[in-house]
Structures are given as C-alpha cells and as structure tokens.
C-alpha cells in the first residue's frame, strides 16, 4: 500500500527519557488515524520529528516519498500545533490569508477555509480576542488551506464545544473522502466516538496498539457488564443465584465475557419475578483505552 | 518570493498597529526638533546652510538612537515568537528559513524607514524654515542622512536576528541586544579616546585607530556623513579625526553593509538550528 506517511522504527530520546521506542506507523490517503496516550507519551514529539523540527535517532520517515523537513515535504504536510497561538494584533482573515500565501494557495481559499470553520463573521476581529475555540477553529482553517496530502492535528478537539467538535468530525472526514491522509492526537478514545478508521496508541514511547477500533474491542476481550435490579425482598436470593457483587439494597452487578453472555441472560431471565430490570454495558471506550495504555500488553501490535 | 513579501507585509502591519511605526516616529521627532531649535538658535548663525549644522547634529543622535530602535524592533523576531508559539506554522510551511529571516528583515527595515523618514522628515522641515541660508545643499544632505541612517538601522535589525536565534527566551534576548547597543555606540568609542589620549603619537593613533573606526558600523557611519557635509569644522566626536584618514572617508559607508550581509547570513545559519 501507498502510505503518504510511512514511519518505519523511529526512536527518539531526550537525555535519558526514551521519547519514542521504534514507532513504525503508517498512514494511507483517505485514511483517519488517531494517535492516543497520556500527556508525554510521545505524541507531540512524534509530530515533531514528521515536521522536521526534530531529528530521530533511528529508523525512517517519509511522506509522500520525501525526507521529513524538505521542501516537498513540508508542502505536502499541514500542521495544527496543540496550542496554537496567533500575533494577536492580526484578523482572522489575515492570518489566514498570511498561511496561504506561505502555502502558495489560491487566494479564494481564504474564504472557503473560513467559511468550514464557522469564523467568517469573526473574521474581522482581531485575533487576539478571540476565545480558545475560535483560536482553535482557526488553526484549523490555516490547516486545511493549500490541499495538504497528510493533516496532522494535535490534539485538535481540546477546546472545542460539542457541536464545533462534531463540525470538525465532519469536516476530516470531507477531507479525508477526498484523499488526504488524517493522523490527529487525542488524549482518550472517548472523544473520538468511532470517527477515526484506525487506532494507535502510544505508551511511553512505545507502540502499544495500531488496529481498528473494532479490533481493538475484540482484542482487549474486557468483560461486559450487567446490572440486575430486583426488589429488596428478593435481592438476596438473586445475589445468591447469580453471584457477583452487590450494589445499594436492591442491584447485583455481575461481570461476563462476551462468549458467555447469552448464558447468563437466560440464568437471569430464570429467575422470573424476582427480576424488575436488566441492563447490559459494553467495555466503554475510555475503559479500552486504559485496558492498553496501562497495562503491558501487545495485542494490537500485529496489525 | 509572495511568500517572503506576505512575510514582511505582516510584520508592517503588526509595526504599524501595536504603534511601534508612531512610537520610534515620536522618539526621533522631539530628539530631532530639540537638535534643530538648538541649532537655529542665535548662537547657531554661521556661514554654513542653516540644515547643514542640524545634519551634523542629527548624525550623532542617528548614531545613538536608530541602532537603539532597531535592536529593539528586532531581538524579540525569533526568541519572541518561538516563545508564544506563532514560529512553529511559519516554519512548517514551505517557505525556507532563510526566506522567513528575509522577510521578517524588510517588514522590520520598512518600520524603521516610516520612522526614520517621518522623524528626521518633519524635524527637517521645521529646520528648513527656520534655517539661515538653507539651499539645496542642506536638503541633500538631510536626504543622505535619512537613507544611510535607515542602512544603519537595517544593519542592527540583522544584528539583533543574530541575538534573537541564538537564545530561547525573549528576555535573555533583550539582554543581548542592550548589551550590543551599549558595547557598539558607547563602549566601543570610549576604549577608542582611551587609546586615543594614552598613545596620541603613538602606533595605535596613527595606524590602528582609523581602521578600528572603520570596525564598527555606528562609528563608519558617522566618519561617512561627516566627511559627506563636507564641513570639518562642523565635525564633531571622533569622527573629527575624518580629516587625517589613510583613506577616503566616503568608503566607510560599505562597512555597515558589510556588517549587514554578515548579521544576515550568521542568523540563517542560526535559524536553520533552531528546533522550534
């Protein structure tokens, strides 16, 4: 496959912290990644060193068949820093047609850009005014402009309302339906909510987990969980039936794996009148992410 | 090239608009029409043009205040902007760095220029009427010292890059660029007239001392416009000794040229370093 970002073993250490342990990641056009972990496990330096601001240690980078920091590369790549930040004395609109002029862009894709991002009305203001969403927003504006072939987005959504967040789901997977490659950073799994195509988490440095999210559920095998209400005459006998934990008087919380989960509807179905209600959660996603970037465990790797 | 001049089109802007265009303009102006009211005054008749002896003065002042601007425009430019994180998309666009330095150093001279010429302009004119026998000659060499003071000026902004890409915080920065400002323009002269008074006849007065001044691009810009009015009598400072120079005066303009390609080239090669 024809990856526009390829990264093959790269490793990069400060003085004695390993930033990054042989990280080979790809991604392909069209395609969404998220990169996840905890603060400092190696996300933003990972960005860094495709940028070219940094120089790995070891291993490989190319995107779209050029040295990270060249010329090609750098036209190929658009980048939205974490905290982004602006000369405050500049309107959006300038700012953003100062990128694309940098960029070498169309001018008309000034507007356009933003127009995605909701800022035309504040687009004469000041940007030193501006609060951290519509900074936010704006980043992302200078970041779609010039048709880069690979986005890389750090931590994009911190600072972003619910609807803009959704507004931007949207609006990298118009980009990405056009063939850009998307790799963008995120503290946990929850805040994607399924909107990316592949998974990798980083964990100290270290590739943990590289697969679809789908995958990732499968593999993780974390039990699901079920609660069973029942009244506070009957709650003792159901406790004993079932087994599990008992919670405030009238539940019974029980643990099970997905093979085994149908069996265990049918035990509590058995129980007839005893039951009032049962109610059946799947391993959130947050409780997946924490099952990889906490536990040493290399389930996904192969993929 | 768009992108270079999108970069100095920014950087006017922002001059113009946190008014440091109208802040340095002011700062010149009222030195300036201090040196032109002096000059006119009763004691000031003399057989020069009137605008001749405010230019003489005004070269010195030039000599003090416009590297003191320029540094102060320039050593934030790198250190700053890494420092509040604006550097980081420049430098990941496609735009060399080299280009970025470029860019950033004609918005930069632009600035200084508006305030040179809108300074020096106003002062100038207010000379012009209230001057004694001001002709044509008064007026060229405002003219001239107006557009060497903004090389000057141009020179230290490319000094003050080499400042600003060589530190990581704003504040060590302008630490540097004062203690540039203070070694060029004070220091400098005053081990120059020690050397001066202890060897008058010595080697170091004959031989050393015109090249030394030659050196530095505050001083060579004084020895060039005092040997350019063309009015020995009116020189003043060190530049006095313009006279008895082992070569000719006018070529001391070249060194703060000389010193501008070389601030230019040792912050891009600074910069190219730099990990944002």
Same mark, same amino acid.
């Given at each position: 496959?024809?990856?526009?970002?390829?990264?093959?073993? /790269?490793?990069?250490?400060?003085?004695? /912290?390993?930033?990054?342990?042989?990280?080979?990641?790809?991604?392909?056009?069209?395609?969404?990644?998220?990169?996840?972990?905890?603060?400092?496990?190696?996300?933003?330096?990972?960005?860094?060193?495709?940028?070219?601001?940094?120089?790995?240690?070891?291993?490989?980078?190319?995107?779209?068949?050029?040295?990270?920091?060249?010329?090609?590369?750098?036209?190929?790549?658009?980048?939205?820093?974490?905290?982004?930040?602006?000369?405050?004395?500049?309107?959006?609109?300038?700012?953003?047609?100062?990128?694309?002029?940098?960029?070498?862009?169309?001018?008309?894709?000034?507007?356009?850009?933003?127009?995605? /991002?909701?800022?035309?009305?504040?687009?004469?203001?000041?940007?030193?005014?501006?609060?951290?969403?519509?900074?936010?927003?704006?980043?992302?504006?200078?970041?779609?402009?010039?048709?880069?072939?690979?986005?890389?987005?750090?931590?994009?959504?911190?600072?972003?309302?619910?609807?803009?967040?959704?507004?931007?789901?949207?609006?990298?997977?118009?980009?990405?339906?056009?063939?850009?490659?998307?790799?963008?950073?995120?503290?946990?799994?929850?805040?994607?909510?399924?909107?990316?195509?592949?998974?990798?988490?980083?964990?100290?440095?270290?590739?943990?987990?590289?697969?679809?999210?789908?995958?990732?559920?499968?593999?993780?095998?974390?039990?699901?969980?079920?609660?069973?209400?029942?009244?506070?005459?009957?709650?003792?006998? /159901?406790?004993?039936?079932?087994?599990?934990?008992?919670?405030?008087?009238?539940?019974?919380?029980?643990?099970?794996?997905?093979?085994?989960?149908?069996?265990?509807?049918?035990?509590?179905?058995?129980?007839?009148?005893?039951?009032?209600?049962?109610?059946?959660?799947?391993?959130?996603?947050?409780?997946?992410?924490?099952?990889?970037?906490?536990?040493?465990?290399?389930?996904?790797?192969?993929? | 090239?768009?992108?270079?001049?999108?970069?100095?089109?920014?950087?006017?802007?922002?001059?113009?608009?946190?008014?440091?265009?109208?802040?340095?303009?002011?700062?010149?102006?009222?030195?300036?029409?201090?040196?032109?009211?002096?000059?006119?005054?009763?004691?000031?008749?003399?057989?020069?043009?009137?605008?001749?002896?405010?230019?003489?003065?005004?070269?010195?002042?030039?000599?003090?205040?416009?590297?003191?601007?320029?540094?102060?425009?320039?050593?934030?430019?790198?250190?700053?902007?890494?420092?509040?994180?604006?550097? #980081?998309?420049?430098?990941?666009?496609?735009?060399?760095?080299? #280009?970025?330095?470029?860019?950033?150093?004609?918005?930069?001279?632009?600035?200084?220029?508006?305030?040179?010429?809108?300074?020096?302009?106003?002062?100038?004119?207010?000379?012009?009427?209230?001057?004694?026998?001001? *002709?044509?000659?008064?007026?060229?060499?405002? *003219?001239?010292?107006?557009?060497?003071?903004?090389?000057?000026?141009?020179?230290?902004?490319?000094?003050?890059?080499?400042?600003?890409?060589?530190?990581?915080?704003? *504040?060590?920065?302008?630490?540097?660029?004062?203690?540039?400002?203070?070694?060029?323009?004070?220091?400098?002269?005053?081990?120059?007239?020690?050397?001066?008074?202890?060897?008058?006849?010595?080697?170091?007065?004959?031989?050393?001392?015109?090249?030394?001044?030659?050196?530095?691009?505050?001083?060579?810009?004084?020895?060039?416009?005092?040997?350019?009015?063309?009015?020995?009598?009116?020189?003043?400072?060190?530049?006095? #000794?313009?006279?008895?120079?082992?070569? #000719?005066?006018?070529?001391?303009?070249?060194?703060?040229?000389?010193?501008?390609?070389?601030?230019?080239?040792?912050?891009?090669?600074?910069?190219?370093?730099?990990?944002?």
């Amino acid at each position: 496959m024809n990856s526009v970002l390829q990264t093959h073993a /790269v490793s990069k250490h400060f003085r004695k /912290v390993e930033a990054l342990n042989a990280v080979s990641l790809n991604v392909a056009p069209g395609e969404r990644v998220a990169l996840l972990g905890h603060n400092g496990a190696g996300k933003t330096t990972l960005f860094r060193i495709v940028l070219g601001f940094l120089k790995p240690d070891g291993g490989s980078i190319s995107i779209a068949g050029s040295k990270p920091g060249s010329k090609q590369a750098r036209r190929s790549v658009s980048y939205l820093p974490e905290s982004v930040a602006f000369p405050k004395m500049l309107t959006g609109r300038e700012v953003v047609s100062y990128y694309a002029k940098l960029k070498g862009a169309r001018h008309s894709d000034v507007l356009s850009a933003l127009e995605k /991002v909701d800022l035309v009305d504040a687009a004469d203001r000041r940007c030193g005014g501006y609060s951290k969403g519509m900074r936010q927003r704006l980043g992302l504006a200078q970041a779609l402009i010039g048709d880069p072939k690979l986005l890389l987005l750090d931590e994009p959504t911190s600072g972003l309302d619910p609807i803009s967040r959704q507004k931007f789901y949207q609006l990298v997977s118009e980009f990405a339906g056009r063939g850009t490659a998307v790799l963008l950073s995120s503290h946990g799994l929850s805040e994607l909510e399924a909107r990316t195509d592949r998974v990798a988490i980083l964990r100290k440095g270290v590739l943990v987990a590289n697969a679809p999210l789908s995958d990732l559920q499968a593999s993780a095998n974390l039990p699901i969980r079920i609660s069973v209400r029942s009244t506070q005459a009957n709650v003792d006998r /159901v406790h004993r039936q079932l087994g599990g934990s008992r919670i405030n008087g009238v539940s019974v919380e029980l643990e099970c794996r997905q093979p085994h989960k149908m069996a265990q509807l049918a035990a509590i179905s058995k129980l007839g009148a005893a039951v009032n209600d049962v109610e059946v959660s799947p391993p959130s996603l947050d409780e997946i992410y924490r099952h990889f970037s906490n536990h040493h465990d290399h389930a996904g790797d192969a993929k | 090239m768009s992108a270079v001049l999108a970069i100095a089109q920014t950087e006017i802007r922002i001059g113009i608009r946190n008014r440091w265009v109208m802040l340095a303009s002011v700062i010149l102006f009222v030195f300036a029409l201090l040196l032109v009211l002096l000059g006119s005054g009763p004691g000031g008749a003399t057989r020069a043009d009137g605008l001749t002896v405010v230019v003489a003065s005004l070269a010195t002042l030039s000599v003090y205040l416009v590297p003191l601007i320029a540094l102060l425009l320039s050593f934030d430019a790198i250190a700053g902007e890494i420092d509040r994180g604006t550097l #980081q998309l420049t430098l990941a666009s496609p735009v060399s760095r080299g #280009q970025v330095l470029i860019g950033k150093f004609i918005g930069h001279g632009c600035v200084l220029a508006l305030a040179v010429i809108f300074g020096y302009g106003v002062a100038g004119a207010v000379g012009y009427f209230l001057g004694h026998n001001v *002709g044509l000659d008064g007026i060229i060499d405002l *003219g001239r010292l107006i557009v060497t003071s903004i090389a000057l000026g141009a020179t230290f902004i490319a000094i003050g890059y080499v400042a600003s890409a060589s530190v990581r915080q704003t *504040g060590t920065a302008a630490a540097l660029a004062v203690a540039i400002w203070l070694f060029a323009v004070v220091l400098y002269d005053l081990a120059l007239l020690g050397g001066l008074i202890t060897s008058s006849d010595g080697l170091f007065a004959k031989v050393l001392f015109p090249y030394l001044l030659l050196v530095n691009p505050a001083d060579a810009f004084r020895v060039f416009n005092m040997a350019a009015i063309d009015a020995g009598g009116l020189s003043t400072g060190l530049a006095a #000794q313009g006279n008895s120079m082992p070569f #000719q005066p006018h070529i001391a303009i070249v060194s703060p040229f000389i010193w501008m390609v070389i601030g230019l080239g040792l912050s891009t090669l600074i910069l190219r370093r730099v990990q944002p």
